[in-house]
């Protein structure tokens, strides 16, 4: 599927500024367990965090393929810096889409610069797959106020952001809210030590009666699951989508380099049979992936509903694949893949997280059939 110029021009772009900005830093992030605040910033700086904030309000109005773009390209190089760009822009759409025009003309701007970052608050110890269950209470005060009570589990760049998309059962009905992080009554509390993406920073949020005001609520009370996470899931879903292209083109890249140098038996591996069938794996992946996002995105662009299920499909495959490719570069680094700081190695783990997050394998495999089924009944 070709590409308009102005989206080869973008993906260049961003391809050069992850090789010099991001790539050769994920190694250290993920050691230290933090893109640090400099990075988030030069990330800002770019205009990448206002990918999505229409350029109304200072963004760059991407659309759909392009942001699709941004995100293989900077999943190429940091998984964990992808989710910054994931989460921060699940927050953009919300406010974009269902936001008041006060919440639109005071949250975009500074979304779109990086002045502000969003996280997006929705799991729970006991809401995982189904968000249905969120326990997390929210309660009108006599003067219009709100307070939040209840803990909200793995928030991406939660100990960096600076406004928090919350859902919380207001009247029992759940409801999205933007929570600045200063709000009293809410701790940001570091969660350290995840398998994969270990430098995006997450963080448990603590609500004690945490006082949010009256206009911090985000579309309609009772819409919050329905309409505003639903559609900003689809964004998420989305991005991780491409992120893993970007991990799958870059499992490939280290595995041809390293299978063309490393001899064993008196030849390159890439001269074993058993090797090139995993190389070959790697770069059919990586485009059917990429052309399933191309759908998605196109579909997005185009307005059209489907897209929706195009997300699902993109996300499921690109992530069960990424997740192979990384599992068999490791096998073809041998123990110098297996070893402490080796890129494969955080790849691995990174894919693994890929399989979890924004609808996990068996979550996506039972939507899709189910749409399948339907589909077909009589
Ligand atoms: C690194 C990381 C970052 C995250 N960032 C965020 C964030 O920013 N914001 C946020 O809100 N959440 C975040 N999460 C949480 C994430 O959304 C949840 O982990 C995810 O929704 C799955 O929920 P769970 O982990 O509780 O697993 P569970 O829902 O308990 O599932 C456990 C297992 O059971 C399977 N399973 C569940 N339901 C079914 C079913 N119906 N049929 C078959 N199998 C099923 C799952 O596939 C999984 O394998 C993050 C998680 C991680 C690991």
Redesign the pocket.
Known sequence: MQLTAQQERLLKEARSYVAEEIAPYAGAWDEQQAVPDTAVAGFAARGHLGALVPQEYGGAGLDAVSFGLLNEAVGYGCSSMR?LLT?HSMVVHAVARWGSERQRATWLPRLASGESVG?????ERE?????SQLRTTAEQLPEGNYTLSGR???????QRADVFLVFARLDGRITAFLVERRAPGLEVVPVSG????RA?R?AELRFDDCRVPADAVVGRPGFGLTAVALSALDVGRYSVAWGCVGLLAACADASVSYAQQRLQFGKPLGEHQLIRRMIADMVTDTTAARLLCLRAGRLKDLGDPETVNATWMAKYFASVKAFRAAADTVQIFGAVGCSEGHPAQRMLRDAK?ME????????QQ?YLAQAALRERAG
């Open positions: 989710s989460v996280a997006f608050g929705l799991s809401a995982g797959s189904d968000a909200k589990m793995w928030t991406t760049f939660g995840m398998l994969g993406t995006s997450l997280v979890i997050i924004e609808g996990s394998t068996e979550v039972d």
